[in-house]
């Protein structure tokens, strides 16, 4: 297939385009490179002959007219997002520009390409989204694909009203989509203003390691190289008008994960142990969500797909990427926000 991937620059995007390409897709990369962005993040399929890089921004229908019309995609997994719920805090009007005009520019794009086409039924439109949509659980109780849409921050309520523009052009004009609900990604190539590189990269420099709250807050932590292999599967074989949740089925709160990494370092960076000094507790972020779960039964009856990589395999790979790729991530620690306290809700 020729798949158009939106924000394939990005964590997860980045990702998908990899994992794409050695699986002998072409891959149209289309992406705005904000400041989250970095190519470098798929440098090393930039020279395959079935990859092609579109630099530009959803919100265009020009420059989408264009490239639907250039490249004639069989498919479009739409990832381009803005995503920290933190920035969303302190600056919602870019998170509704992206998460919903840009939707509905792309889905205009892709309908009128679709249409133009003759409405092929092999054509998918893939909108992958967010469990955070549902909004927050208790001690108990897991996200499933019918749990009823709760949003809590400016981030999770664009997501949640993107979702709603996917559906609404399925039903209203025919366009052929699928939609998927993640828990919390992380791996190697991951942004450094969310938690996991936080901690790492702050208890390489001996700085604090700032934990929300108490560190109460659980989310289920899913491995990117996983999600991006559930993403593939529910693109080729997913149902139509369908959603799908993915989970990493790897529940844990924030200060274990805190302290897990802290301990994995203490082993590969055993001069500067114990890691664990510089956990510090800060006030926590306006709206937290206390828990999230995602209940994986649908994806794992229907398409058999469940995560390959636990928690402790995925956090010991993901530090020791951070350990051998200083070179990727040491400049981006200069980019706007990273390394400072966002999402005060003071602004």
């Avoid at 479009?76 to 509905?104: C, K, Q, W």
């Avoid at 991006?228 to 844990?252: F, H, K, P, T, W």
């Avoid at 960076?269 to 994986?296: E, K, N, Q, S």
Wanted: aromatic content about 10%; some cysteine.
């Amino acid at each position: 297939m020729k798949l158009l991937v939106t924000g394939g620059a990005g964590f997860i995007g980045s990702a998908v385009v990899r994992l794409a390409i050695a699986r002998g897709h072409q891959v149209v990369n289309v992406d705005a490179l904000t400041y989250a962005a970095c190519l470098e993040n798929v440098a090393s399929v930039a020279d395959d002959p079935g990859y092609a890089f579109e630099h530009g921004d959803i919100r265009d229908p020009e420059f989408l007219a264009r490239v639907f019309d250039q490249h004639q995609p069989d498919a479009v997994m739409h990832l381009a997002a803005e995503s920290h719920v933190d920035r969303s805090i302190d600056g919602p009007g870019a998170f509704i520009e992206t998460n919903v005009n840009g939707t509905y520019h792309l889905l205009q794009a892709a309908r009128a390409y679709w249409e133009g086409r003759g409405r092929p039924d092999t054509f998918r439109f893939h909108h992958i989204s967010t469990d955070e949509v549902f909004g927050s659980l208790g001690a108990g109780g897991q996200f499933t694909e019918t749990t009823a849409y709760d949003p809590r921050s400016p981030y999770s309520a664009s997501k949640a009203a993107s979702d709603h523009l996917v559906r609404a052009w399925h039903e209203t004009y025919g366009l052929p989509v699928v939609l998927t609900n993640c828990s919390n990604n992380y791996g190697p190539y991951h942004f450094p203003e969310k938690l996991i590189p936080v901690v790492i990269l702050n208890a390489l420099a001996g700085k604090p390691i700032p934990v929300y709250g108490a560190g109460e807050n659980v989310r289920d932590w899913l491995y990117v190289e996983d999600h991006a292999d559930a993403l593939l599967l529910v693109l080729e074989q997913g149902a139509l008008g369908r959603s799908y949740n993915i989970g990493g089925e790897n529940e844990a709160r924030n200060i274990d994960i805190v302290r897990k990494i802290c301990a994995i370092l203490d082993r590969l960076r055993p001069g500067d142990a114990p890691h664990d000094r510089l956990i510090t507790f800060v006030t926590d972020r306006p709206g937290h969500d206390l828990r999230y779960a995602i209940d994986p039964t649908r994806i794992r009856t229907e398409l058999g797909w469940r995560p390959s990589v636990t928690l402790d395999q995925g956090l010991e790979r993901t530090v020791a990427w951070y350990l051998e790729n200083e070179d990727w991530w040491r400049p981006l620690q200069t980019r706007d926000g990273v390394g400072q306290r966002l999402g005060t809700g003071k602004d």
